[in-house]
């Protein structure tokens, strides 16, 4: 959908040719979140800004949809594309409604399908039509400031969003709130989106994939997981941090890694065959399910071998559980917080769906290195 080749641009200062983005290439497939991240200077709000024309590139070429740019009108590509920035621009005399409207209303649609357009784009974002789209942008928090910022640059449908630190000036609460408001959004509407941050956290969390940029270049150009398994440099490394594994923990769901939906017994089932299936499997633990299929319980082998009974007179109550859909950062907390090296996994309402284990995670995240070091032997 985005498409730029030798991407340049030259700035002419009194100290002479400063060059901000120097030759780049990269595209970004229709319907994904592309995040660009660097430190200050280093040519990202550049390339974002030359896209919709706001800075005039010195050389190179963008292509939007496979059509090249320098054939559109500057005004006409403006308005097809959807800006956000950090300083949000409402317009204080205009209401909620009429900020949204704005491209709407320059492109000549009927006002009853733009004010329509509008109701459904606020309720995208959890703000309630009735009562926010005659407010002023004064009677609003910054957050819904924010929010109705970002739909006002999807009024009109356009099918590229372009976004400059869009949450960078609000507390860090609010902003977690508003990026999965924004995912569940972008979800449905599937936009293409090039996003200026600084904030690595964000780009992990929110980017199909993520750019990061030094003096004009691009580094590399990689899916978040990728990214941080691989840096390409020391100076990847270096601006990703030395937590990069644990920022992998929040890219891997617990239905990643999870096994063994079929270790687990029934509570009314019979302690000998519980014992004999334990040591088969070769688990010092096993799940204990109700009769639907419920986690209620778990065994230990060691305190169960040479007795008789029912399971249910031994079973001992699961310190905690994991559901399938949070991610590995959350199961591994939850496991140092109940201080125990594997969990049951559960669906969301309840039926046993397998475990993880500590080791079970430590592989899956060492994985990609050693798939890394066989294509470098072959």
Same mark, same amino acid.
């Given at each position: 959908?985005?498409?730029?080749?030798?991407?340049?641009?030259?700035?002419?200062?009194?100290?002479?040719?400063?060059?901000?983005?120097?030759?780049?290439?990269?595209?970004?497939?229709?319907?994904?979140?592309?995040?660009?991240?660097?430190?200050?200077?280093?040519?990202?709000?550049?390339?974002?800004?030359?896209?919709?024309?706001?800075?005039?590139?010195?050389?190179?070429?963008?292509?939007?949809?496979?059509?090249?740019?320098?054939?559109?009108?500057?005004?006409?590509?403006?308005?097809?594309?959807?800006?956000?920035?950090?300083?949000?621009?409402?317009?204080?005399?205009?209401?909620?409604?009429?900020?949204?409207?704005?491209?709407?209303?320059?492109?000549?649609?009927?006002?009853?399908?733009?004010?329509?357009?509008?109701?459904?784009?606020?309720?995208?974002?959890?703000?309630?039509?009735?009562?926010?789209?005659?407010?002023?942008?004064?009677?609003?928090?910054?957050?819904?400031?924010?929010?109705?910022?970002?739909?006002?640059?999807?009024?009109?449908?356009?099918?590229?969003?372009?976004?400059?630190?869009?949450?960078?000036?609000? +507390?860090? *609460?609010?902003?977690?709130?508003? $990026? #999965?408001?924004? %995912? /569940?959004?972008?979800?449905? @509407?599937?936009?293409?989106?090039?996003?200026?941050?600084?904030?690595?956290?964000?780009?992990?969390?929110?980017?199909?994939?993520?750019?990061?940029?030094?003096?004009?270049?691009?580094?590399?150009?990689?899916?978040?997981?990728?990214?941080?398994?691989?840096?390409?440099? +020391?100076? *990847?490394?270096?601006?990703?941090? $030395? #937590?990069?594994? %644990? /920022?992998?923990?929040?890219? @891997?769901?617990?239905?990643?890694?999870?096994?063994?939906?079929?270790?687990?017994?029934?509570?009314?089932?019979?302690?000998?065959?519980?014992?004999?299936?334990?040591?088969?499997?070769?688990?010092?633990?096993?799940?204990?399910?109700?009769?639907?299929?419920?986690?209620?319980?778990?065994?230990?082998?060691?305190?169960?071998?040479?007795?008789?009974?029912?399971?249910?007179?031994?079973?001992?109550?699961?310190?905690?559980?994991?559901?399938?859909?949070?991610?590995?950062?959350?199961?591994?907390?939850?496991?140092?917080?109940?201080?125990?090296?594997?969990?049951?996994?559960?669906?969301?309402?309840?039926?046993?769906?397998?475990?993880?284990?500590?080791?079970?995670?430590?592989?899956?995240?060492?994985?990609?290195?050693?798939?890394?070091?066989?294509?470098?032997?072959?």
């Amino acid at each position: 959908m985005i498409r730029m080749e030798n991407l340049t641009k030259v700035f002419d200062t009194p100290g002479g040719d400063v060059t901000a983005v120097n030759n780049v290439n990269m595209e970004v497939p229709a319907g994904e979140i592309c995040i660009l991240l660097g430190p200050s200077g280093c040519g990202k709000t550049t390339t974002l800004k030359m896209i919709n024309g706001l800075i005039p590139k010195s050389a190179g070429k963008i292509f939007i949809d496979g059509k090249d740019t320098d054939t559109v009108n500057p005004v006409q590509l403006r308005r097809n594309i959807g800006y956000v920035i950090q300083q949000i621009g409402l317009f204080p005399n205009m209401t909620i409604e009429d900020n949204i409207c704005v491209v709407p209303d320059l492109l000549g649609w009927e006002k009853a399908k733009s004010r329509k357009r509008a109701a459904e784009l606020l309720e995208l974002v959890n703000l309630v039509p009735s009562a926010f789209l005659k407010r002023y942008p004064k009677e609003l928090s910054g957050g819904q400031q924010q929010r109705v910022g970002v739909i006002r640059a999807l009024a009109a449908d356009p099918p590229v969003l372009l976004m400059d630190e869009p949450f960078g000036a609000i +507390d860090p *609460i609010n902003r977690a709130v508003i $990026q #999965d408001e924004f %995912l /569940k959004m972008q979800k449905e @509407l599937k936009k293409t989106i090039m996003f200026v941050s600084h904030d690595i956290d964000e780009a992990i969390k929110m980017a199909d994939k993520v750019a990061i940029f030094k003096d004009g270049i691009l580094e590399q150009y990689s899916a978040p997981d990728d990214l941080l398994a691989r840096p390409t440099n +020391d100076f *990847i490394a270096s601006f990703l941090g $030395q #937590d990069r594994t %644990l /920022k992998r923990l929040s890219l @891997l769901s617990v239905g990643d890694v999870k096994f063994g939906e079929e270790y687990k017994v029934h509570g009314e089932g019979d302690l000998a065959n519980a014992i004999g299936q334990m040591k088969e499997l070769g688990h010092q633990n096993i799940v204990v399910t109700g009769p639907q299929g419920r986690a209620r319980a778990f065994l230990h082998l060691n305190d169960i071998l040479g007795k008789k009974g029912v399971i249910e007179e031994y079973r001992q109550a699961l310190p905690a559980v994991a559901n399938v859909k949070e991610d590995l950062k959350t199961a591994v907390s939850t496991m140092f917080r109940h201080d125990v090296s594997w969990l049951a996994c559960v669906d969301d309402d309840g039926f046993y769906k397998g475990y993880i284990t500590q080791k079970a995670i430590s592989h899956a995240l060492s994985a990609i290195y050693r798939d890394e070091k066989q294509n470098t032997l072959r």
